[in-house]
């Protein structure tokens, strides 16, 4: 058994990620994205809504480490640069799709989130096992635990994939279209684990291309539509009929649902 450095390792709200004036392009070609600012404390979501290929999954990716920024800065935690260990305890990302490199069951993928915290050779023990345990819990999928992760659905794999960062305990969770696979029910059920996380204190940026899915979540929007072309701030503000008519280019609706209890997002009639 290998014990934790850090059984618990609880968010506090002194962390903070910090994106000043970030930009991004790939090798002769023009910026995806420019003039990116934004700040992220625990505790606060931070929805990135816009059309395909407007760089919300490359910004992801760009704070993460996955690409470099070609401008501005990335500040985890008053950092600009960590360590690989100290980036892994401070951010957590739950990709869009997921291949299955091993054919490992559920629970122990589940547990590999806890890696940041072993030290080196060692390997999850009992109590790793029970944090992974419980994250299953949390996602309402121990069902799941002894299956092969590379024989379940593109679904369920989504949800074992957010059990996994859970486990991991992040500062700071990223989360790419965290909704893309799954059903209905599933699609409400995850965004409302998503905002429990924010709760407990996680900081929480989620890409996603429904405007509903910004306004169920609160806190703050970063609308991205064309390079250099963005709005950033409080989602009740800058989530409006005319911004999304904007966006996307066809007529929105802004409704408040008297049953939802809430502002909705609808299209008109086909």
Known sequence: ?????????QPTMSKCLEIQDLAFHYQNTDNIFEG???ELHNGEILSL?????CGK???LNCIIGLCKNTHGNIIINGKT?????????ALGFVPQTMTATFDYKVIDYVVCGVAPYLKMFNRPGKCEYERAWESLETMKITDLAEKSYAQISGGEQQLVSIARVL?????FILLDEPTSHLDFGNIVRTLKIIKSMSDKGFGIIMTTHNPDHALMMGGSTLIMKDCGNFKFGNTKQIV????????YGIDLY???????????CVAPKL
């Not at 809504?49 to 290929?53: R, S, V």
């Not at 486990?167 to 500062?171: A, E, I, L, S």
């Not at 802004?254 to 909705?264: D, F, I, P, V």
């Open 254 to 264: 802004l409704e408040e649902s008297l049953n939802a209890q809430r502002l909705t």
């Open 57 to 59: 999954t490359t910004l």
């Open 167 to 171: 486990t991991q305990k992040p500062d």
């Open 1 to 9: 058994m290998a014990p934790l450095e850090t059984k618990e390792r």
């Open 49 to 53: 809504l816009g059309p395909n290929g």
């Open 81 to 89: 640069e960590l360590t690989g260990k100290e980036k892994s305890q």
């Open 240 to 247: 409006t009929q005319d911004s999304l008519r904007d966006l």
């Open 36 to 38: 990116i600012n934004f």
